[in-house]
């Protein structure tokens, strides 16, 4: 990506009824990555959003309430049918988006991405059962057996690719969506159907813009940015850093899959009070004994050594941006952004003639003590990141410098090989009863949850609060990990947490 001079961010009319813009270096993060392992056959980082619903009504004056409630979230957000494209002529990647101006354009729009699916699986099931990433961002209803009491049950999931939307950003059209859907379902067909034709007015502007972020760095943010990619590059020389064990496999990427453990209402309040009686967030908790468990299953060595606990910092970017851009008017948006410095703690594998092997249940004065002192670590990296006003203006330069080189002829480049030393990330969702309403109308929702489409080895772990209880959830890909590995690691980050934390 070039400079903001070189870059058109604004929404132009190329030709009658396509508009375009350049993308940012947030959005070309996830296009070039997504290009990077398009020889896989699927989509890294595709975003998945489901949230299943419960409603009284017949199933066609549920579907048709909320076929409805698609459109005019297309009215509302048009960048929910835009796509990314890249345009030989300028040799760069543009965000497209062609207007619906009568009805024939907006049902064949509908038809393409309102999908009924005829499925005895589960939501979860089919999330889980390789589907499809469309070009658009597309909504599919996966259907349960009708309750006698004429109950409607379903599904609702969102795929779509990361450079459209975010994982807040689909938690916030969720509500929107179902917002709309209860009041065309409550109206019947007395509910007005939106008239496009300046649509293109409320498509949302990248990060760049929504942020005010200036076209270049300082002086002195440069040789910040640059003393960061030394300090980066430092931290893994001359260390062993702790990854997840794992086979050599194969070479390629297989299916994405997501699992998940929910805590209890009451261990959830009592993880909730003893955090914060420590100045602790539950990221630092978690980012901790992520760390930990780690270490534990490093393999043990006739001495002692030490590993690096190697990490990064996920935020969201939406308070850092102007009106309306901060709120849900603009939630089909990439508005996150990546720490800059990594997270580094260096931590003690003890030999293997030292105690138990598996050091997860350890209960010692010295396992709390570790634990705090990785924990006081992790919240000064975090609280330095979000403290900090002026990071969001390198946020673009932070996205660059991991951002692999999109292929100037748009030819589909070899799927890159395993990482050796899988990593596992955490991204938390925070408490989702604040960006998604239990009910809406007659609609009752529950569960909501996103994921990035997991082609690497590793894992990724999502955190989140849902009407009082904490889930913790994983993906991973059934090419390097299993089903019963990743929930291991779920269930041992837990107890290491617990346990620490007394609670």
Not at 50 to 59: D, H, N, Q
Not at 62 to 71: D, G
Not at 351 to 378: C, I, W
Not at 437 to 445: A, T
Request: aromatic share 8%; hydrophobic share 35%.
């Amino acid at each position: 990506m070039g400079s903001l001079e070189a870059c058109d961010y604004s929404w132009t009319e190329v030709r009658p009824g396509r508009w375009e813009r350049d993308i940012d270096e947030t959005e070309q993060f996830y296009t070039s990555l997504a290009k990077t392992y398009e020889g896989s056959g699927r989509c890294c980082f595709a975003i998945t959003g489901y949230i299943s619903f419960a409603v009284p009504g017949r199933e066609q004056e549920v579907e048709n309430a909320l076929r409805k409630a698609w459109l005019r979230l297309r009215f509302d957000h048009p960048t929910i049918a835009s796509r990314v494209e890249y345009i030989q002529q300028r040799q760069r990647c543009r965000k497209v988006y062609e207007m619906a101006p009568n009805q024939e354009s907006q049902s064949d729009w509908l038809d393409a991405t309102f999908r009924v699916i005829p499925t005895k699986m589960t939501g979860l099931q089919w999330c889980n059962s390789d589907p499809p990433v469309p070009k658009l961002p597309t909504l599919f209803i996966i259907k349960r057996p009708s309750r006698s009491n004429g109950t409607v049950v379903a599904d609702l999931v969102l795929r779509a690719r990361h450079d459209i939307i975010d994982s807040n950003g689909t938690l916030m059209l969720f509500n929107n969506f179902f917002a709309h859907a209860a009041q065309a379902l409550e109206q019947g067909d007395a509910y007005p159907l939106p008239v496009f034709g300046d649509e293109y007015t409320r498509l949302s502007p990248p990060l760049r813009l929504a942020a005010g972020i200036p076209p270049t760095l300082s002086r002195k943010q440069q040789a910040q940015l640059d003393k960061t990619v030394s300090w980066n590059a430092t931290l893994k020389k001359g260390v062993e850093v702790a990854g997840l064990p794992c086979g050599r496999g194969p070479t390629k990427p297989g299916k994405h899959q997501r699992v998940a453990i929910t805590l209890s209402t009451e261990s959830t309040h009592r993880l909730l009070r003893a955090c914060k009686a420590l100045g602790l967030s539950m990221t630092h908790a978690y980012h901790t004994a992520i760390g930990i468990v780690l270490r534990d299953l490093q393999k043990r060595h006739a001495r002692s050594r030490t590993v690096r606990y190697i990490n990064y910092g996920l935020f969201d970017e939406r308070p850092q941006c102007e009106e309306p851009y901060n709120t849900p008017a603009h939630p089909v948006s990439v508005y996150n952004s990546v720490s800059g410095e990594c997270l580094a703690v260096d931590l003690t594998v003890q030999p293997a003639s030292f105690g138990a092997p598996d050091q997860v249940l350890d209960h010692s004065v010295a396992r709390r003590k570790e634990y705090m002192r990785v924990a006081n670590t992790v919240r000064r990296f975090d609280l330095q990141n979000r403290n900090d006003k002026q990071r969001i203006e390198m946020v673009p330069s932070y996205w660059a410098m991991i951002t692999p080189p999109y292929p100037a002829d748009n030819v589909t480049p070899k799927v890159p090989m395993p990482y050796s030393k899988p990593s596992v990330s955490l991204s938390d969702m925070g408490t989702l009863d604040h960006t998604v309403s239990s009910s809406l109308g007659l609609f009752e929702l529950d569960n909501p949850w996103v994921t990035r489409e997991h082609l690497v080895t590793g894992l990724a772990l999502f955190l989140g609060i849902w009407k009082g209880r904490l889930t913790l959830s994983a993906t991973y890909n059934d090419a390097w990990n299993s089903r019963n590995e990743a929930l291991a690691f779920l269930d041992r980050c837990n107890v290491v947490t617990i346990q620490a934390l007394g609670a």
